[in-house]
């Protein structure tokens, strides 16, 4: 099995809101994974989302495998099967008590850039009941006959699902990263503003300000706390990890960016 140091590793703070954090990794299946993925992977293979694959595919191909781990335990998992010009995302997985939370859209966003690293200018999917999520992000229909020949060989006409495919992505951040794939909105709920995020800001308080809606911060002054707001909706990703308890059901706006689309009570 290859070096796990060799294999790359996103890591995330997230929050909705209080004190509670919640801190996601994306990493390389391992050996101690496979079970949580086949687990994982079952109630899609009941709604014919996935292709039903034995426990021991997972061990054997452990290594084409990535997951997404918060407190220690697997939430999400997908695989990748690489052809001579072109890869494949697939068994795309998602613990159903995390998936309001932007863990497909990190994990999602964290494959495609290990493929553009690896020198794969296009990844694409096969999809039976997911199709509009994955157009969420930017996968759009493909001629099957364009496939690489090994993978036409592959096909199963009576499954009946439809190649996506999209490009790969250039990052060495994962929430940075979603900006590219996906339009993330943030609304001002009290000053009736929405508008999409602009990755050029580097946080919630610099994107506010640029759209002169009043946070009342005196973050800069060194007044470290005032910045906060109640985050009405959606999920933010700190850039580290907050010194202080922005309240319940609040944020701070100065270290946060967006991880999905958000509401803010300001």
Known sequence: MSDESERPRFDAIMSQGGDEIIDATFRGAQSGDVLAMYELSKP???TGGLIARDLELFDTDVEDFYVV??????????????FTDLAEIFNVAVDGRWQSLGIGRFLLTSMLIVLESE????????TKTTRDWFARY????????????????????????????RPTVQASDSIDALASI???????????????????C???LMFAEKNDIDTASLCRGGMCGTCSSAL???????DVRPDVDPGDGSILLCISRPAANVVLDL
């Open 44 to 46: 899609f293979v009941a």
């Open 69 to 82: 781990e918060i407190d220690e335990v697997v939430v999400a998992c997908a695989g990748i099967r690489r």
């Open 119 to 126: 020198g794969f200018a296009d990844a694409v999917v096969f």
């Open 138 to 165: 930017g996968f759009l229909p493909m001629d099957p006959a364009s496939l690489p020949a090994e993978r036409l060989t592959m096909l199963d006409p009576e499954r009946k699902s439809i190649p996506m495919v």
């Open 182 to 200: 996906t339009e993330l909105r943030v609304r001002f709920e009290r000053s009736g503003v929405e508008a999409v995020w602009d990755n050029g």
């Open 202 to 204: 580097d946080s919630l």
């Open 232 to 238: 009405k909706q959606g999920t933010v990703s700190y």
